[in-house]
């Protein structure tokens, strides 16, 4: 009966935009928000404020209590089809301060607990398909950074330890498809603060991180500015990576981590090549 009662209400648009507006609390001031015609976009709080400035979900979106800001002019925030995004209405979700950014989300993906914020101009924040975030952070400052995560990826914080991404001084941050994050992970291109030589030049300028192909970061683990990350390789647990390493198939652990193991891959599965005789 419900869904019944569901397709007759999605042949009316009116009613859909009724209701749409009856459970999330929206302020556009002449910006653009496309909730679609669906009716799972609920209790969210949205605000754009500037002009220019357009929120769209695109299809099959299942979008509850987050909390949207948005405060500039020509930003894009684009959920693609199926994306499921829940968070919690008393901590923002997303959060835009500036003008021409853009987050896009990717169809397939799920996020929950996340938080999305851009201080600046120029930026981009893109989660490719069929991702999985949970409790994680994206955080970006001054103008033109990117932070690019490719299909397929999981990076799950629990138990308040999130995984952050922390950008700044138009850096990039890639991670390559079909990779693992565990909780309480950091990657920062930036030190945030200037460290000056004796003559008061700067010494510690931003640089760009790359994560390659199926690469499992172990929980508590830092990545520095300008590392590369190599394919199929395992960062253990606790480990700060300062410099790239860049032959593929290895462990990578310890502080200032360097690679302890070669030839190696790794497996979302348990592999279990040991015979147990049944007692």
Request: charged share 20%.
């Amino acid at each position: 009966m419900r869904t019944k009662i569901l397709c007759a209400i999605q042949k009316c648009p009116l009613l859909v935009q009724i209701l749409q507006n009856l459970y999330n609390r929206i302020s556009k001031k002449g910006n653009l928000v496309d909730l679609g015609n669906q009716l799972s976009v609920l209790h969210n709080k949205i605000y754009l404020q500037g002009v220019g400035n357009k929120l769209q979900f695109v299809k099959n979106n299942r979008v509850r209590e987050n909390q949207i800001w948005v405060n500039g002019n020509d930003n894009t925030v684009v959920f693609g089809a199926d994306v499921q995004m829940y968070g919690t209405t008393n901590q923002q979700s997303i959060h835009i301060e500036g003008s021409r950014n853009q987050i896009v989300v990717e169809d397939g993906s799920t996020l929950r607990f996340v938080n999305l914020f851009i201080w600046g101009n120029d930026n981009c924040i893109r989660i490719g398909k069929n991702c999985s975030v949970t409790l994680t952070g994206i955080h970006m400052e001054q103008s033109k950074n990117s932070c690019i995560i490719a299909a397929g990826n999981t990076m799950h914080g629990r138990d308040y330890k999130m995984v952050q991404f922390e950008l700044d001084e138009g850096t990039r941050i890639f991670v390559d498809e079909d990779c693992m994050i565990s909780n309480d992970v950091v990657f920062r291109s930036s030190d945030s603060h200037s460290i000056v030589d004796e003559n008061g030049s700067r010494t510690n300028h931003a640089q760009n991180i790359t994560v390659g192909k199926h690469c499992w970061i172990g929980m508590r683990s830092m990545i520095m500015k300008g590392v590369s990350v190599p394919d199929h390789s395992v960062i253990a647990a606790g480990s700060i990576v300062t410099k790239t390493i860049s032959e593929p198939n290895v462990v990578i652990a310890g502080v200032p981590a360097r690679a302890v193991k070669y030839g190696i891959d790794w497996d979302r599965k348990f592999v279990d090549n040991i015979q147990r005789t049944q007692q």
